[in-house]
């Protein structure tokens, strides 16, 4: 699975933006899948994760409320909307691929990773 991220950008504080995580090779649709960042000297942190139909999802408490995870099985795509965005919320954006099942946040239990997209965010 190769996992390709855009998206991103500089936004000011209480801006939007809408990643895009699209897979090309195995199959797609039926793989939990995940967004994480890392922000400059801090470790990758979890943001929320996806169910193979859609349902069930989880997010982080730090985006609960502000991102919102889907996907779109018809065009191998998992999205991130953000919205409310603040500083803290600067980072690089990865996107994860899991082959097994059940949601996970650990990024060690994710089998393929994107590249990354940097999200910058102004106060």
């Known amino acids: 699975v190769q996992l390709v991220e855009s998206g991103g950008g500089s936004v000011q504080a209480g801006g939007s933006l809408r990643l895009s995580c699209t897979a090309s090779?195995?199959?797609?649709?039926?793989?939990?899948m995940g967004w994480f960042r890392q922000a400059p000297g801090k470790e990758r942190d979890f943001v929320a994760t996806?169910?193979?139909?859609?349902?069930?999802?989880y997010t982080a408490d730090s985006a609960k409320g502000r991102f919102t995870i889907s996907r779109d099985n018809a065009k191998n795509t998992v999205y991130l909307q953000m919205n409310s965005l603040k500083p803290e919320d600067t980072a690089v954006y990865y996107c994860?691929?899991?082959?097994?099942?059940?949601?996970?946040?650990?990024?060690?239990?994710?089998?393929?990773w994107g590249q990354g997209t940097q999200v910058t965010v102004s106060s």
């Open positions: 090779g195995r199959t797609f649709s039926n793989r939990i």
């Open positions: 996806i169910s193979w139909s859609g349902a069930p999802t």
């Open positions: 994860a691929a899991r082959t097994g099942y059940g949601l996970r946040v650990r990024q060690d239990e994710y089998d393929y």
